[in-house]
């Protein structure tokens, strides 16, 4: 009897620091960053949306997802690979978690860590492409699309000074 109400305490001080440890990450993730849906494309219709928040950064964008316990981001964009590919309204029953939102497809090239079953084709400049669809309100995408636009250009870096 007693080894049953060890293991069960052991179990309830387990239980008690994973909610603590979720609890805090919630708490930093929600104080900072901007929220957002993310999901890998293809997928199916309705399918795949993880809710988290996104951190700029001047050469990454970090998307960390709220329910994770792990430390650091879950993707991670490179700035200079990131491209958008369109947008879109929610159609269907995702205006019923999306609603007023829009959603950027967006395609990515270089290497970037995938958050689950993702397009991982090779574009014909031997990189590899991943497809991404962010839902954000509309503020975000001004602000996303703004910290985008003002990224240094792919040429200017080419250029070596002398």
């Not at 947008?87 to 995702?94: A, L, Q």
């Not at 270089?110 to 839902?135: F, N, Q, R």
Request: hydrophobic content about 40%.
């Amino acid at each position: 009897m007693t080894l049953l109400v060890v293991l069960l305490s052991v179990l309830l001080a387990v239980a008690v620091i994973v909610c603590v440890l979720l609890a805090v990450r919630l708490a930093q993730l929600r104080r900072v960053g901007t929220a957002i849906l993310l999901r890998t494309i293809p997928a199916e219709v309705d399918h795949g949306w993880r809710h988290g928040t996104v951190h700029y950064s001047d050469d990454s964008l970090r998307y960390y997802r709220l329910a994770s316990l792990r430390p650091g981001p879950n993707v991670t964009f490179a700035r200079q690979g990131i491209e958008i590919a369109g947008r879109r309204r929610p159609e269907g029953t995702e205006t019923e978690i999306l609603d007023g939102m829009v959603i950027l497809q967006v395609q990515t090239t270089g290497k970037t860590p995938t958050i689950g079953k993702g397009s991982d084709g090779a574009g014909s400049d031997g990189k590899v492409k991943d497809g991404y669809e962010l839902a954000m309100g509309p503020g975000a995408v001004t602000a996303f699309q703004s910290w985008l636009e003002s990224r240094q250009s792919a040429r200017s870096q080419r250029r070596k000074s002398a």
